[in-house]
């Protein structure tokens, strides 16, 4: 046997009697029950410890093996959050924010600006935007740090946070400004989870020149502090938690969403072209040879598919025009009208697989303020429906949509309520009465939407 394998056989020796031992634990403690008919219990009597008082791995068969590794990932994780509450990791998070930026957050409140109004006052000069953008490096890897170490911990909490209505919110780097979304969806929500918007910024800030990383980052900052006093208050469920992306930490992650994206991309773009395109390189050969607008459009075949912005009208040459000269898309690296679309599609699949699966972890309905990217999160649930080759749960994508369209309809939408009054309402325990009255209404607003 090499002495590679020699050590990963005595880790793993290691690892099993860690988990045995926890299970010995937890059957002490009286934490583990045992269902009728499942045949454990021959399997647990058959262990035997030696002389040494170490237990007899040859005597542990695969069913306690894996009952012992299943009560340790428990075990581990509820270990885990015991390292920090939520509500710990929340006040840290805002308090690193209003270290860097209370004072100017502060100025703003005073004079009734908004985050936005804020970020160009404060870039109108070299002098603020130099100052502003000096150490924005060293604040983003604080930033980075921060959640390396306690994101996981923060993410758990809100995984084991049961039996409460959770939105997630994607498609954008952060909720509107202009808008508080604790006041707009708080009623109907306990939870609202939002990204971190220094995470998701940081790796298009490259691309950015000094007054727009500088705008950017006030901005950010200005509209995460608007969210301290919901994420923060002293209620039983958080009304807002910020949590980071796990994409922006780790690597890999990133690399299996856009894989999904493009995956995705390929059915779009087939569409799109009405051509059948079996890899992402044939897709970017293909797209390279469409070096015009002229030559783009003459290859389209479902116009109707070429989304960049939802404000940029429905014409495709428009959209592609306005693309190519849009410096946030400079990202993309595409030179080529073509390309653009290809990685255009490629990016915005990934961002809507990210926020399914988000959601799905979360157990949280998502939320999609962006025209844009409702679209595109719209078109990801088609192709999805389609490879299933069944409808995938149309009636929850009618009921998100409904909600963000409830100015439209009959049903009265109730927004914009102060986030201390919102505060008040959950301290005081309000809110299952209050949504007892809103359900009739919102069974009425789903039905016509899905027939």
Not at 1 to 18: A, G, I, P, W
Not at 213 to 232: S, T
Not at 298 to 306: G, M, N, Q, T, Y
Not at 315 to 340: C, H, M, R, T, W
Request: net charge negative; proline share 3%.
């Amino acid at each position: 046997m090499s002495e590679k394998n020699t050590k990963e056989q005595r880790d793993y020796e290691d690892r099993l009697r860690r988990n045995l031992r926890i299970l010995q634990e937890k059957f002490k403690e009286g934490k583990i029950g045992i269902a009728e008919g499942l045949d454990v219990k021959n399997s647990l009597l058959a262990v035997w410890t030696g002389p040494d008082g170490e237990i007899d791995l040859d005597t542990v068969d695969s069913i306690v093996r894996s009952m012992a590794l299943a009560v340790t990932v428990i075990h581990d994780r509820e270990e885990l959050k015991k390292t920090a509450s939520l509500s710990d990791i929340q006040n840290s998070y805002f308090e690193l924010i209003e270290q860097n930026f209370g004072q100017i957050y502060k100025k703003m409140v005073e004079r009734n600006l908004t985050p936005h109004d804020a970020g160009r006052s404060l870039t109108q000069n070299l002098k603020s935007t130099e100052k502003i953008t000096g150490n924005l490096e060293e604040f983003l890897d604080v930033i980075d740090t921060f959640w390396s170490s306690v994101g996981e911990v923060a993410r758990i909490h809100v995984e084991d946070m049961h039996g409460n209505v959770k939105g997630v919110f994607g498609g954008d780097l952060f909720p509107l400004h202009d808008e508080n979304m604790a006041s707009k969806c708080g009623i109907y929500t306990d939870t609202i989870i939002l990204p971190d918007p220094f995470l998701r910024s940081r790796h298009i800030f490259e691309f950015f020149s000094k007054e727009d990383k500088a705008y950017y980052l006030i901005k950010h900052a200005m509209n995460v502090l608007q969210y301290k006093l919901p994420a923060c208050a002293a209620v039983d469920v958080p009304i807002v938690v910020i949590l980071p992306d796990s994409s922006a930490l780790e690597s890999d992650e990133k690399m299996f969403y856009q894989m999904l994206g493009q995956e995705d991309a390929l059915i779009h773009s087939g569409k799109l072209f009405g051509r059948t395109f079996e890899s992402v390189g044939e897709l970017i050969e293909f797209s390279k040879t469409l070096d015009t607008i002229e030559r783009t459009i003459a290859e389209i075949e479902a116009s109707d598919r070429v989304l960049f912005d939802t404000n940029w009208g429905k014409d495709p040459a428009i959209q592609i025009q306005k693309a190519l000269e849009n410096k946030q898309y400079k990202s993309l690296e595409a030179d080529f009208p073509g390309v653009i679309l290809a990685m255009n599609s490629v990016g915005r699949m990934s961002i809507s697989n990210e926020l399914l699966i988000k959601a799905h972890r979360l157990n949280a309905i998502p939320i999609i303020e962006a025209p844009t990217s409702w679209q595109y999160f719209t078109w990801k649930m088609e192709y999805d429906a389609e490879r299933a080759e069944q409808k995938n749960n149309l009636k929850d994508l009618h009921i998100i949509k409904s909600l963000q369209d409830l100015a439209g309809s009959e049903m009265q939408w109730i927004g914009n309520i102060p986030v201390e009054a919102l505060v008040e309402l959950r301290q005081q325990g309000a809110m299952d009465e209050i949504r007892n009255v809103l359900g009739n209404g919102v069974n009425e607003l789903i039905n016509p939407n899905i027939a």
